[in-house]
């Protein structure tokens, strides 16, 4: 695992966690009700989200806010902990301190950028 690899995926994350901020305030915007599943709850698993997915009654937007949550609930617990805090909603940068020594989190943060690059 490079460096450069992980900067090259951490870079896909933001633009991924721009457009699901975009949609999100696309559809308040548009005075859409968030259907159930539109907002991501991370009590929820995956299963939740795929048949959500699957009706035929979402838009195309609404379908691309369900399949984000899709690929975060698909994640371990401590992955999708660590995505959410970083990319989705950072507000304390050292929040892992009192969780984690620095090498455990850095590990587990190069393996949860993995493994959602590779699941989105």
């Given at each position: 695992?490079?460096?450069?690899?992980?900067?090259?995926?951490?870079?896909?994350?933001?633009?991924?966690?721009?457009?699901?901020?975009?949609?999100?305030?696309?559809?308040?915007k548009a005075?859409?009700?968030?259907?159930?599943g539109m907002?991501?709850?991370?009590?929820?698993?995956?299963?939740?989200?795929?048949?959500?997915?699957?009706?035929?009654?979402?838009?195309?937007?609404?379908?691309?806010?369900?399949?984000?949550?899709?690929?975060?609930?698909?994640?371990?617990?401590?992955?999708?902990?660590?995505?959410?805090?970083?990319?989705?909603?950072?507000e304390d940068?050292?929040?892992?301190?009192?969780?984690?020594?620095?090498?455990?989190?850095?590990?587990?943060?190069?393996?949860?950028?993995?493994?959602?690059?590779?699941?989105?």
């Open positions: 695992m490079t460096k450069k690899n992980t900067k090259k995926e951490e870079a896909a994350i933001i633009l991924l966690v721009q457009r699901y901020k975009l949609l999100i305030c696309q559809q308040i005075g859409t009700n968030c259907k159930d907002l991501f709850d991370p009590s929820c698993d995956y299963k939740t989200f795929w048949k959500l997915s699957s009706g035929e009654s979402l838009t195309d937007d609404e379908r691309e806010l369900c399949r984000i949550n899709f690929v975060l609930a698909s994640l371990n617990k401590k992955e999708m902990e660590i995505i959410w805090k970083e990319f989705f909603f950072p940068k050292f929040w892992w301190m009192q969780k984690y020594n620095r090498s455990t989190y850095y590990r587990l943060r190069n393996k949860a950028i993995k493994n959602f690059y590779r699941l989105m």
